[in-house]
């Protein structure tokens, strides 16, 4: 538990540093709601890494203990125009499809799968620069970054197998293969196994992290879309994309202990908002955002995306959600709250050719879209959040 208690205060350190610096920049009251939001995250993290069972039941993916977070004041954003261009960083070729990206706020590390291009590209958000380009990832599709460990898991489909980098130096230590197309990747901290989504495989492969072995195959009865952990749920959830279902994993059993049907077609990406008990999930055969309210699995929105949609992202101090949709655009939403119950506005789209892949920044709400090809060249496109 020591490196996860480190991890909380390390972002209470950062936090109260960042409130100091902006105290005087009219911030207050966003920071405010993001000291709350993480530390409530972090504090159940630590509750969870004292041990305990998946909390998921037939109809609720929330502990009954669970209290809820004061709700988030904010007023609607009255812009038009979301995102705003800071700057194109060209990358090394080929100009060729990016995937997932797995930000390190500890670091500022941004890691990005280039999949066709066989890389692992790191790029700094505080220097702005890129730090590396590496090849040796073919088919690199997921990517997720595990500061206290000083590990990063990247799925490498050419290989059907993850690789294990270690942060430091960014050396592959070590190989866990037999997967059949490995894709999304999670980590449950109190047991130290990383989870990962084997799409063809029709399954979620779970590797133990102290050993960088293979320990269980999962089967899910249908295609694996994206895998995510839930610190307030302890749970591994995953979205089983041709059954139109989440799937509930308790990670210490490594069991399925619980499925809710999703009414969309495909739902192959999602993110859960843990303190506001929310998840967002995205289904590629209709072009449909849902929001499914974790207290109770049922589905309280439905909305429209850009075609094809893939890849999320959330600031939680401006409550925007990022959807990054393969037909070009990011589809751009925002969380807004009546008492303890939260809602999902649209507001906007950002057109980008291949724009399928998202991540950002909340210290500085700047928005990271690898693009593949701007002007024959692959382009790693920084936008920032307008109000």
Known sequence: MAFVLKAVRRTALALGEWVAMKAATGMVTRLVA????????????????RGGACAATGTSMTPTAWVAPNARARTPSAGSTPLALVADVPLPDPAKRFDYQSFDSTTGRLYISHMRGDRLVVFDTRAQKLVASNEGFPGATGVWAVPELHRVYVSVTGRHEVAVVDDRTLAVVAHVGDIRFPDGIAFAPAEQKVFVSDESGEA????????????ERIALGGEAGNTHYDAVSHCIVVAVQTKNELAAIDPASERIVA??????????????????RLAFVTCQGDAKLLVVDLRTMRTTATLRTADDPDVLALDPVLGRLY???????????????SGQQASLAPFGEYRAPHAHSVSVDP?????????????????LRILEARP
Not at 42 to 47: E, G, T, W
Not at 204 to 215: F, L, P, Q, Y
Not at 323 to 337: D, K, Q, T, Y
């Open 34 to 49: 993001l000291v709350v939001s993480t530390l409530f995250a972090s504090s159940a993290l630590a509750a969870q890494a």
């Open 204 to 215: 979620d492969v779970v590797i133990e992290a102290r050993s960088n072995t293979k320990a």
């Open 363 to 379: 210290a500085t709400h700047r928005v990271y879209v690898p693009l593949q090809d701007v002007n024959g060249k692959p382009t």
């Open 259 to 276: 499925r809710y049907p999703i009414a969309c077609d495909h739902p192959h990406g999602f993110l859960i908002d843990e303190p506001n």
């Open 323 to 337: 959807v990054g949709c393969e037909g070009g655009a990011v589809s751009v939403f925002e969380e807004r709250f």
